[in-house]
């Protein structure tokens, strides 16, 4: 009785176990327990598997669903059954054909919560006890899949169980094509077991799991429990017991599906954390390139100046809405633009509206579209007024009609201008305009509204394409030479030099003239065939540049020349290698190197008129030599020339070099002294002409002061004109003046637009009449030129060559400067051998250094070099040349000069003289000469001569000497005029009638032997101009006391 109710009681439990199984399946939750189960549950067992096929179906069909609603949209039902019914089918033919599939490995289960330690299996079950209810735990059991045990294993399990003959193992192969068996749970009713049956005698089939084992593993034989129990493990969730399913393992889908989701979920959220990673760095990336955009803001485009301050923009291209008076018009609103000394004079330093207009503007026409990219703004020039623009607007315009003010993204752009009237200012456009007008709409303004301006802007290029396929504006240039056409600060301008040096070494040589006060080298370059030494016969000639610091284009003019003729050279030039082989040419590209790097790191356009014009101690170094003009002009004056003053070689005033000279300028002065030079210019800037000495301009004499003109009747026609010029202060100038003008038309005129001067000049009118050319004293004189004290010092004539109005142009206007100015530099050059030259040799055939050449009617000398050689510029003609020289007899040559290239020789021969017993004779008698005058050349006509007569002794015909007789009528006439003065002046006296009686007396017996044969010594030796009149000395006072406009002493023994 005892056993049928035990099995009553175990059936009822296995009923209930499929039963919650069963709806554990239909709620999708599967936390099972596997149980072994006893072999008379095989039909028990076959229905739970078909169930749990079943189960496995809808539960794949469930997680594919799952899989495409998450990947997908959703179906529609329709396409959901096709698709159910479509795996089936393949699953049933997977079923038949395919084999059982292996036991992947088993995944990781998840960490249970509050996990009991799973009891050890014994090691044979034993029979649970009827009375005893199954204990149950609410833990939450983690699916535990242990893999297959090997058949071996089994077998002998199985055998120690006593269940080998009765369950056969089911192997992977059967599963494959077998479902498998569970016995019916009606059968375990049908053969009860009699309650008296001890546990060795219990049917074999029956086998029951003890509390202690785990679902899922094999029990262990070794250890053997009395009362086995069946153990259930409760998910925490649900109070259902879980399914018991087969002993076997079984493949779990539902955690494959899990995990494939899980792993998608996973991925995707890997993505998409990726995604917002890339975007943040994006996003990081560009906030710092836009922080970096507003704190360094984009460079503006840089362009060169449209051409105001250079005059390329025309007069009629400048338009402003006003102006104050007709001297301060549009025209005048260019950039360092000049003024006249006269505010209220034609022309003003600038622009200047008028003040009662509301609307003010200054309008620039380029005549085509350019690209504006900034202005330059500058206040009026005037040494009283302080007028300047601070601050403006800009427009631009395509037809002069419609304009648009420049917007900065917020607002209309106002820029702020000057802070004074000389500093330039430039504002830069953020980015460049494209228009054909622009004007500057003035807002406030210091003083008067006045303006000086210049605009920036880039052509565009032309619709034409070149035939190198490349672009050029209106203004570019292609130049022929390919030089190295930029601003070279003083490095880089050693260097250019070095480099040119180092290609052509057989005819350049490089040497330093001095240093600038700051300790700079003011570099030369010798260009010859053979350089380092002066060769007899070739004449020497000199560039200079670079005297006020901010005029550098002549400083890039003679560095593109050094290249030009180095490259020429060297490419065989027939004419440049005719100009290195017949001349010495020296090229100083900057005699003020301080000035300069200041003016260069302002830029071209930045430096105002003035920056770096003079030397780091304040000197012009121009007008810094000594003036000797007004000791020529003295001497002049007093008669002195050139019986004690020469009219050449004028040495230097006593401690000259030692007063107020720059250091470049004492330099200078010694490079000149050492080199014979015959031609030269400085190149300068601020205009386009060439002028020529003199540069400073003679003060007027006045008849009432000077003895010598009281008598107007005795002058001659051209001393008397030569006085009114003076008297009018024309009278500027030099004895060579026919020869200078040639010069400077030689450069001017091969300029390529220095002689348009239909414009005017660069700040008023043209004053050179159409010709490019002036006398420096008459257009701006100046005091101490470096022209005026080449001419008289020296042997060399000195132009000055104004290059343009730009002072520092932009470094791509160079290739159109070059261009303008090559060929007048290489002409220039060619007009050192325009004249004659040669050799004053004695007759052993010696060469006579310092030796005088005198030409008729020129009253300029010129000394020979210390080879004896020398060069006389003239101009075509016939000349009458003299060579002099201490100790030698003058000889007298015919020199003719014709149109040809090429200086005429004309050499000279000396004999020597009987000086040495002149001298001899002029220290016996006080150092002056002795001249004997016969009778027939005594007038009696008073008593005074009728006494004097006995003690005259006749004169020894000298052949040398001889005169004709209209000079020696000239000077008996003067003689006699000397005598009447000399009665008059006696007759003046106050003295008492016996003091003069005693005078008389003591006169007639010692001192007028020695006052009548103290003639006109000089006569004899010197010739006397035909201009002259009287004796050059009547008016002279011999004391020690300067004279009113000449503060210098002369005294003669």
Not at 31 to 58: F, H, I, S, W
Not at 385 to 414: C, I, K, P
Not at 783 to 794: I, R
């Amino acid at each position: 009785m005892k056993a049928e109710v035990l099995i009553l009681w175990v059936g009822l439990t296995l009923c209930c176990t499929l039963i919650c199984g069963r709806e554990d399946v239909k709620e999708n939750k599967f936390a099972g327990v596997q149980v072994r189960e006893p072999q008379t549950l095989t039909k028990n067992r076959r229905q739970a598997e078909e169930v749990d096929a079943e189960m496995l179906d809808k539960l794949t069909e469930v997680v594919e669903d799952e899989k495409t609603k998450s990947k997908k949209k959703k179906k529609t039902p329709e396409e959901i059954e096709a698709a159910r019914a479509k795996k089936a089918a393949e699953k049933e033919a997977k079923a038949k054909k395919q084999k059982a599939p292996k036991p992947t490995k088993k995944p990781k289960p998840p960490k249970p919560t509050k996990k009991p330690k799973p009891p050890k299996p014994t090691k044979k079950p034993k029979v649970p006890k009827p009375t005893k209810k199954p204990k149950t735990t609410t833990t939450v059991q983690p699916d535990i899949r242990q893999p297959y045990p090997d058949k071996e294993e089994e077998k002998k399990l199985l055998t120690k169980l006593g269940l080998d003959t009765s369950i056969q193992p089911v192997t992977p192969k059967e599963r494959r094509g077998e479902e498998p068996v569970e016995p019916d749970l009606d059968d375990m009713f049908k053969k009860p077991t009699s309650p008296t049956k001890t546990h060795s005698e219990l049917d074999v089939d029956y086998w029951h799991p003890r509390p202690d084992e785990v679902p899922g593993r094999y029990p262990d034989t070794k250890k053997e429990v009395t009362t086995p129990e069946v153990i259930m493990y409760i998910p925490e969730e649900s109070t259902t017991v879980p399914y018991i399913g087969a002993w076997y393992e079984e493949y779990d889908y539902t955690d494959l599906a899990a995990k494939k989701q899980e792993e998608e979920e996973e991925r995707a959220l890997k993505e998409k954390a990726e995604k917002a990673e890339r975007l943040r760095k994006k996003w990081e990336e560009e906030e710092e390139e836009r922080r970096k955009q507003i704190s360094v803001p984009a460079e503006p485009k840089k362009c060169p100046p449209l051409g105001l301050e250079s005059h390329r923009v025309e007069d009629d291209q400048l338009l402003a809405s006003s102006q104050s008076h007709h001297g301060f018009s549009a025209q005048r609103g260019r950039l360092n633009m000049q003024g006249s000394d006269n505010d209220e004079d034609l022309y003003g330093g600038a622009w200047c509206a008028e003040s009662e207009e509301r609307d003010h503007w200054f309008q620039v026409d380029a005549r085509r579209e350019v690209e504006f990219t900034g202005v330059i703004t500058q206040g009026r020039n005037s040494e009283l007024h302080e007028d300047f623009v601070s601050s403006y607007f800009v427009a631009f315009s395509n037809d002069s009609s419609d304009w648009t003010l420049l917007h900065d993204g917020y607002a209309e752009w106002l820029f702020y201008g000057n802070v004074d009237k000389e500093t330039p200012v430039m504002s830069q456009f953020a980015t460049p305009v494209v228009a054909r007008y622009i004007r500057i709409l003035p807002q406030s303004w210091n003083g008067s509204l006045c303006l000086r301006a210049e605009i920036l802007a880039c052509q565009l290029p032309i619709s034409v394409p070149t035939f190198s396929g490349s672009h050029h504006s209106e203004n570019e240039v292609n130049p022929s030479d390919d030089l190295d056409f930029r601003h070279h600060n003083y490095k880089e301008m050693r260097q250019m030099m070095k480099v040119i040096n180092e290609e052509c070494p057989n005819i350049t040589r490089i040497y330093n003239i001095g240093k600038s006060s700051q300790g700079l080298k003011m570099y030369a370059m010798e260009i010859s065939d053979n350089p380092g030494e002066h060769e007899p016969g070739e004449p020497e000639f000199r560039y200079t540049a670079g005297l006020h610091g901010n005029e550098a284009l002549g400083r890039e003019l003679l560095l593109l020349l050094m290249q030009f003729l180095c490259k020429e050279y060297n490419d065989d030039n027939p004419r440049v290698r005719r100009l290195v082989d017949g001349v010495r040419i020296h090229l100083v590209p900057s005699l003020n190197p301080d000035a300069y790097e200041l003016a260069y790191e302002m830029g071209s356009e930045m430096g105002n008129w003035a920056l770096g014009h003079w030397t780091e101690e304040g000197y012009d170094i121009f007008q810094n030599f000594p003036d000797l003009n007004s000791i020529l002009w003295g001497a002049e004056d007093r008669g002195w020339v050139p019986r004690i003053v020469p009219n050449h070689h004028i040495p230097l005033p006593e401690n000259i070099l030692n007063g107020s000279l720059a250091v470049e300028t004492k330099a200078v002065i010694s490079w000149m002294e050492r080199n014979p030079f015959v031609l030269g210019a400085n190149l300068q800037g601020g205009e386009k002409l060439v002028t020529y000495p003199f540069d400073m301009q003679r003060p007027p004499i006045s008849l009432t002061d000077n003895r010598r003109w009281r008598n107007n009747a005795e002058m001659n026609e051209d001393t008397w004109a030569r006085i009114q010029r003076q008297n009018e202060g024309a009278l500027r100038e030099t004895p060579d003046d026919a020869m200078f003008r040639w010069l400077a038309m030689s450069y001017a005129h091969s300029h390529l637009t220095m002689t348009e001067t239909y414009r005017g000049s660069c700040h008023g009118d043209d004053i050179t009449g159409g010709q490019g050319i002036t006398n420096r004293a008459s257009w701006k004189p100046v005091v101490g030129s470096m022209n005026d004290f080449s001419y008289l010092h020296t042997n060399c004539f000195e132009l000055s060559i104004f290059l343009g109005c730009d002072k520092f142009p932009h470094e791509s206007e160079l290739p159109l400067e070059w261009e303008n100015n090559r060929e007048a530099l290489l002409s220039f050059i060619e007009q050192v051998h325009r004249g004659i030259k040669g050799i004053v040799r004695d007759i052993d055939g010696n060469p006579l250094p310092n030796a005088t050449i005198s030409v008729e009617g020129i009253r300029h000398d010129v000394k020979t070099a210390v080879g004896g050689d020398y060069w006389r510029l003239l101009n075509p003609g016939e000349y009458k040349v003299t060579a002099k020289a201490d100790g030698y007899t003058p000889q007298t040559r015919l020199c003719m000069v014709g149109y040809d290239s090429g200086a005429t020789p004309c050499s000279f021969t000396l004999t020597k003289s009987n000086w040495d017993r002149i001298k001899q004779i002029m220290a016996l008698h006080g150092k002056r000469p002795i001249r004997l005058i016969t009778k027939a050349n005594v007038v009696k006509t008073t008593a005074a001569s009728t006494v004097a007569a006995p003690s005259i002794d006749t004169e020894p015909e000298n052949p040398a000497n001889t005169h004709d007789i209209a000079r020696r009528r000239r000077l008996r006439l003067m003689r006699i005029r000397r005598l009447r003065l000399q009665r008059l002046r006696a007759s003046l006296r106050t003295t008492p009638a016996t003091t003069m009686t005693t005078t008389t007396t003591t006169a007639s017996t010692t001192l007028p032997p020695e006052t009548k044969r103290t003639t006109s010594w000089y006569d004899s030796w010197f010739p006397v101009d035909e201009w002259s009149t009287e004796n050059p000395f009547d008016s002279v006072v011999f004391d020690s006391v300067p004279t009113q406009d000449y503060p210098f002493e002369y005294t003669i023994d």
